[in-house]
Each structure stands twice: as C-alpha cells, then as structure tokens.
C-alpha cells in the first residue's frame, strides 16, 4: 500500500522542482508545530511545580525542605533565583515586597501564549502550503 502511494506520487509529479520549496516549508512547519507543542506543555509542567512551590511556602504546617515538598524547592529554586537577582526588592517605608516571584510566574504566562501565538501562525502556514501542494 505505501509503495503504491509512492509510486502514484512519482507519476504525479510530485517531486516536482517547483514543489520542493513548498513541500520543505510545510514539513518544516509540522516539525516546528510538535517542537512547539512539546514545548508549551513542558512550560505548563514547570508552571504547576512553580505554583505548587508557592503555595507551599505560604502554608505553615508544610516543611518545604522535606520529602515530597523538597522536590518542588529543588527543581524550580534556580528559576526564582533567577528572576530575584533582576527584579530587587520593592522597599517601603517599614517593609519590603519581593515581586520577582510574581513576575517570574507572569512571565511564564506570557511564553504560554507566545507558543499558543505560534502554533496558530504556523497552522495557517501549513494550510496555504497544503493548498500549494494539492493544487499542483
């Protein structure tokens, strides 16, 4: 079945010199969609360990230095690390307010929608290729 179809193909031009193009773009972008979308749902993963680290360290009765809590410190305490030594404390007159752990999150949002943004663009590449393809 599958030497069948390759054969059609040959016999359909489908190798083509003006269809190369076209085809490298559109094979390019189905990988570009599954890098992407791996991407996005290894950021959503990182997303819960953040929060569920936040949380944590808002409860008194939680030790986060001990087993299971431990492993959320451990996986995301260099990303807030990170984030602290760029955006500094917000002092006040009596007090202090560390906003790096917000932004951090926050900016974890906005690589979220920037893959959604780029699977929608790369989707519509792909279907203007797949028109090419099918027309010729």
């Given at each position: 079945?599958?030497i069948q179809e ?12 003006n269809q190369i193009?076209v085809q490298?773009?559109h ?5 570009l969609v599954?890098l992407v ?11 819960v360990?953040c929060?569920?680290k936040?949380t ?6 939680v030790n ?6 431990s492993?959320?410190?451990m996986t ?5 690390q990170?984030?602290?030594k760029?955006f500094?404390?917000?002092k006040?007159e009596?007090?202090?307010?560390e906003?790096?752990?917000i932004?951090a999150?926050?900016i974890l949002n906005s ?8 699977t ?8 203007e ?8």
């Amino acid at each position: 079945m599958i030497i069948q179809e390759f054969q059609n193909n040959l016999n359909s031009n489908f190798f083509s010199l003006n269809q190369i193009p076209v085809q490298f773009v559109h094979y390019f972008s189905i990988f570009l969609v599954n890098l992407v979308s791996y991407l996005y749902i290894l950021i959503k993963l990182f997303k819960v360990l953040c929060y569920s680290k936040m949380t944590f360290e808002w409860l008194p009765m939680v030790n986060p230095y001990v087993w299971p809590f431990s492993f959320f410190q451990m996986t995301t305490n260099s990303y807030f690390q990170f984030w602290a030594k760029i955006f500094p404390t917000v002092k006040f007159e009596n007090s202090s307010l560390e906003i790096s752990g917000i932004l951090a999150l926050e900016i974890l949002n906005s690589l979220l929608y920037f893959c959604i943004r780029v699977t929608q663009s790369l989707l519509i590449v792909l279907e203007e290729t797949e028109k090419l393809m099918i027309s010729k």
